[in-house]
């Protein structure tokens, strides 16, 4: 009988050692979270759900028993459909870049920058690059809200060399699951970006812009991918490698050119790989091992 770690807890008085060795004596059964819930939040979001409200930290990872990945993410266009991956959105352009608001210490953990209108938390889970010497980059546990010009962020790690106001440049990026979004393809979405990356398949489709949502990042899973040599005639010997085209399908690297975005082949992103012994004049792999972040 394997353990459900849910309930450990409730033998938190028990021989020292034992639960543990219990639990992992017998398997996990329930997933593991990286991240976890926003405040007031009682229960993770399903894996198949949206929601309107924000149930985890941006970017929660989460594992299955079976290495099946997932982050929770937020989708600022309408998910229509589930086989195409959804796209990263932020740029630099979408963040701050100016410099140091005033000087920091070796070991402070805390900076002030000049903003405008940014909302408490707003940066969460995202990160920063301060071009001091050396150049120093950090992941942002929070900031305050816009008051007096400025904002002040909370470091993930203390400073290791002194920045200083006025001087030092600065670059502060959203956590990127802050943004994804469904691009242009047979099924609809917004207008395709070649430069941007997918971040994963969505598990859900939405109803409206800016609901919650999880994407797959690692696995095996089914997809419906594109392109004449996967649905019509199957893959010759040896061809395994999946890529992304531009609009988030997923193909075999010889069929990109039959994509929206013509040639590319291995510059594409990678996808994964075919998981079943598909043959010539077979209908295309029903199921691929993702391999975006693992």
């Known amino acids: 009988m394997r353990r459900n770690m849910a309930t450990l807890d409730r033998d938190i ?8 060795q219990e639990a992992f004596a017998h398997g996990i059964e329930n997933d593991m979270i990286y ?4 405040p007031g939040q009682s229960a993770i979001q399903s894996l198949h759900a949206e929601g309107s409200a924000q149930n985890c ?3 929660t990872r989460r594992v299955r028993w079976d290495g099946r990945v997932y982050r929770y993410a937020r989708s600022t266009n309408i998910v229509v459909v589930r086989h195409f991956g959804l796209k990263f959105w932020g740029q630099i352009g979408d963040g701050i870049a100016t410099t140091i608001g005033a000087t920091q210490a070796v070991g402070d953990t ?3 920058i000049a903003a405008a209108g940014v909302a408490v938390n707003e940066f969460r889970g995202g990160m920063v690059t301060m071009f001091s010497t050396p150049v120093q980059t950090r ?6 809200a816009t008051s007096g010009g400025s904002i002040v962020l909370t470091l993930d790690e203390p400073l290791t060399a002194i920045v200083t106001s ?3 440049y600065t670059e502060i990026l959203h956590n990127p699951y ?6 242009a393809g047979p099924s609809g979405g917004d207008a395709g970006n070649d430069y941007s990356s997918v971040a994963g398949i969505p598990c859900a489709i939405t109803t409206v812009a800016n609901y919650f949502l999880w994407v797959q990042t690692w696995g095996w899973m089914w997809v419906n991918p594109h392109g004449s040599s996967l649905q019509n005639a199957g893959i010759t010997g040896g061809e395994r490698k999946l890529v992304f085209d531009c609009e988030g399908s997923i193909t075999i690297v010889d069929d990109v050119a039959h994509g929206p975005c013509g040639a590319g082949g291995d510059e ?3 996808a994964g790989f075919i998981v079943d012994r598909s043959a010539a004049g077979v209908s295309g792999p029903p199921l691929v091992m993702l391999q975006i972040c693992p």
Do not use: K
């Open 110 to 112: 805390t900076i002030q």
């Open 166 to 168: 006025g001087a030092t």
């Open 178 to 183: 802050r943004s994804l979004r469904l691009t």
């Open 268 to 270: 594409q992103q990678l």
């Open 13 to 20: 008085l028990q021989a020292h050692g034992r639960v543990i």
């Open 139 to 144: 992941g942002i546990l929070g900031n305050t």
């Open 57 to 59: 930290m941006i970017g």
């Open 35 to 38: 991240g976890g819930l926003m």
